[in-house]
Structures are given as structure tokens and as C-alpha cells.
């Protein structure tokens, strides 16, 4: 069975563009979350995707936002980028069974983004 | 709200040596833990998982992680050190009505002397 596929795994952006990250499930599996992670503030949860809508959601600015598709596939947006979203965006899949002990988050590679 | 403190940023160890990696959680409803080890640009592997089924959890690659209520601890180990252990590894924590969204710790790189 195929990981979860990041694209793209570098993107280097100017401040105030605006960019789209790209995150394929496992198949199967119908959550997909979004963490960002800096050498500063360490890994911190973006939002989570099931089944096309955001059920749950970390403390970041509204210039992030993501979507779902029905296929699971999820996207991830960052507008008018700033210096401080250059970081390493991650996401990770699950079958999204709440309180189901055996329903385990599987991350990918991750889309390392500069902003110069 | 939850969150999960892992002491020490730093752990260098001989090769054979016991790995310990210390991790203390807080939360006010019973937890999911979690250890995840991240290799250089890499994403992250799952080594364990503690979901209170047993407080004494075994992983891949020979790790393993004790869940101890009273002292708020799940702290890692590995008996003997492998040069191929080296990487950074994260303890972190989840609700179990939100088992996606994981707080993790702030990370602690492991380095191993031969």
C-alpha cells in the first residue's frame, strides 16, 4: 500500500505570494492533518480534514486554510506569505475513527517551504 | 489543556549504551501517547503507542515506553544503542475524542558515539 505523498517536497516563495501544498492519503483513509514545523516553535497542528469538512483546528492565522476533495486529497493554502511560514509543512493520514484505539496517524515526507 | 514536556534537547549515548528519553504529559482527560522518531528529512514513523491497554508498551526497533499515571511519565527506552537510532524523536499526546490532532513535545535529538 502506498505512504502518504507530499508534492511539492521543496517550494521556495517571495513574501506576499500566496501558495498551495499538495497531500495524497493512504487509500483508504478519509482524515488528513496539516502540522507546520520550525527549528522555533517545534511541531504545531494546523487543522484536520474528514470527509471534506475541518473538524478540528489549531491556533494559526486565517491566512492558512485547506479543503478536502472527495478523494480525500487535501490541499493546504498560505496567503500573503511572511518570512516566518518558511518551515517544514507536514501532513499525515488516518482512517478517522474517533476514540478508536487502533486508528494510528501515518505522516509523509513533508513540502519544505521557503520564503525569501 | 494538553500538552507534553520532553526533558533534555540533547541525548548523546555509547553505542550498546541504554537509550532513556524522558517525556511528562499533562492532560485532564485519560490520554493517547505517543513516541515519534524523525530521521533527517524525513517525516515521521510511529514507534509506539499507548492507547491504555497496557501500561507498558512495545514498539518497533526494539523500543519500548511505560505509561505511569502517578508520575505523569512515558518515557522511552531501548536497552543497547544502535549508530542507526540516531535521529530526533518526539513524545506526544492526543485526546481520545480527537485522536487527529496531536500536540507534540518540543523534540529531543538523540546522537550515539560509536
Known amino acids: 500500500k502506498a505512504g502518504v505523498t507530499q508534492t511539492p517536497r521543496y517550494l521556495i516563495k517571495t513574501r506576499g505570494q500566496q501558495v498551495t501544498l499538495s497531500c495524497s492519503p493512504i487509500s483508504g483513509h478519509r482524515s488528513v492533518s496539516w502540522y507546520q514545523q520550525t527549528p522555533g516553535q517545534g511541531l504545531q497542528f494546523l487543522f484536520e480534514y474528514f470527509s471534506e469538512t475541518q473538524r478540528n483546528k489549531g491556533n494559526f492565522p486565517g491566512r492558512f486554510s485547506g479543503r478536502q476533495f472527495s478523494n480525500s486529497r487535501s490541499e493546504m493554502n498560505v496567503s500573503t506569505l511572511e518570512l516566518g511560514d518558511s518551515a517544514l509543512y507536514l501532513c499525515a493520514s488516518s482512517l478517522g475513527r474517533l476514540g478508536a484505539l487502533t486508528d494510528t496517524q501515518y505522516f509523509g515526507p513533508g513540502t519544505r517551504l521557503t520564503v525569501l | 489543556a494538553q500538552s507534553v514536556t520532553q526533558l533534555g534537547s540533547h541525548v548523546s549515548v555509547s553505542e550498546g549504551a541504554l537509550v532513556l528519553l524522558r517525556c511528562n504529559y499533562s492532560s485532564s482527560v485519560p490520554p493517547y501517547l505517543f513516541w515519534y522518531v524523525q530521521y533527517p528529512n524525513q517525516g515521521l514513523q510511529l514507534l509506539l503507542k499507548y492507547t491504555s491497554a497496557a501500561t507498558l508498551v512495545k514498539g518497533i526497533n526494539g523500543f519500548e515506553a511505560e505509561f505511569k499515571k502517578s508520575e505523569t511519565s512515558f518515557h522511552l527506552t531501548k536497552p543497547s544503542a544502535h549508530m542507526s537510532d540516531a535521529a530526533e524523536y518526539f513524545c506526544?499526546?492526543?485526546?481520545?475524542?480527537?485522536?487527529?490532532?496531536?500536540?507534540f513535545g518540543s523534540g529531543t535529538r538523540l546522537s550515539i558515539r560509536p
Open positions: 506526544a499526546v492526543s485526546e481520545k475524542s480527537s485522536a487527529s490532532k496531536i500536540i
